[in-house]
């Protein structure tokens, strides 16, 4: 089983609707918890930060982490097409250097 | 925010030649970088953490005479691919951590990739 499971997609959506891509990991000593978004040959560039369990919001970005069923969800609200990309979640042990990410989910917003 | 600057952002090389990659941190000084692969549709493999003023640290299954990294200064780690074979092809991504922030839990940020291209 791996660390950090996130579904790859495709995932296709109507320019304006509410997207909810979602991660879960098995290991409970992940901490700090990440999403990131990766254009086309591109780097990824860092979208949510976050540390404790609850949500934490950012313009049309919420971040949700719920550790008791190890599960973390990035929601964007009002998509656009400029969100096409593909999203990372990623997290890390406290203390630790290494970061251990999902696949990545492709996420296409249509007009 | 803090801004990682990965050159070159493509090269194309011939089996068994050379290749450095560099990445500069621009705003920040980076004790610690990062080096990592990326296959088409896959999660990013971390590859060796790159340490200021001493060695690399390799990731289990990574050759070390192979990807070569040097990090001489506080803003700048190189990638070397040594004899570069078709199979080393594939995208290089370096990051860094602006430890300004939360220290070693502040988050990676990324350079935007080198598509390297063996033939």
């Known amino acids: 089983q791996k660390e950090v499971e996130q579904d790859p997609g495709p995932l296709s959506v109507p320019e304006g609707a509410i997207v909810s891509l979602n991660c879960t990991y098995s290991?409970?000593?992940?901490?700090?918890f990440m999403w990131y978004r990766q254009y086309s040959r591109k780097g990824p560039e860092l979208l949510m930060y976050t540390y404790s369990s609850g949500n934490k919001e950012d313009g049309r970005f919420t971040a949700q982490v719920d550790k008791s069923s190890k599960y973390i969800s990035l929601f964007i609200r009002d998509s656009q097409p400029s969100d096409s990309a593909t999203y990372l979640c990623?997290?890390?042990?406290?203390?630790?250097?290494?970061?251990?990410f999902g696949t990545g989910t492709q996420l296409k917003v249509e007009l | 925010g803090a801004v990682v600057s990965q050159h070159p952002s493509r090269v194309i090389c011939k089996s068994g030649t050379s290749v450095k990659i560099e990445c500069r941190s621009l705003d920040f000084q980076a004790t610690t970088m990062f080096w990592y692969r990326q296959f088409p549709k896959k999660s990013l493999m971390l590859m060796a953490t790159s340490n200021e003023g001493s060695k690399a640290t390799y990731e289990q299954g990574v050759e070390k005479d192979k990807f070569l990294i040097n990090h001489a200064s506080l803003t700048l780690s190189t990638l070397t691919v040594t004899s570069a074979h078709p199979e080393d092809s594939s995208f290089y991504i370096c990051?860094?951590?602006?430890?300004?922030?939360?220290?070693?839990?502040?988050?990676?940020?990324f350079g935007n990739g080198t598509r390297l291209t063996v033939t």
């Open positions: 290991n409970s000593a992940f901490q700090y």
């Open positions: 990623a997290m890390k042990k406290g203390g630790g250097n290494k970061l251990t």
């Open positions: 990051s860094a951590r602006d430890l300004s922030g939360q220290g070693s839990n502040s988050p990676l940020h």
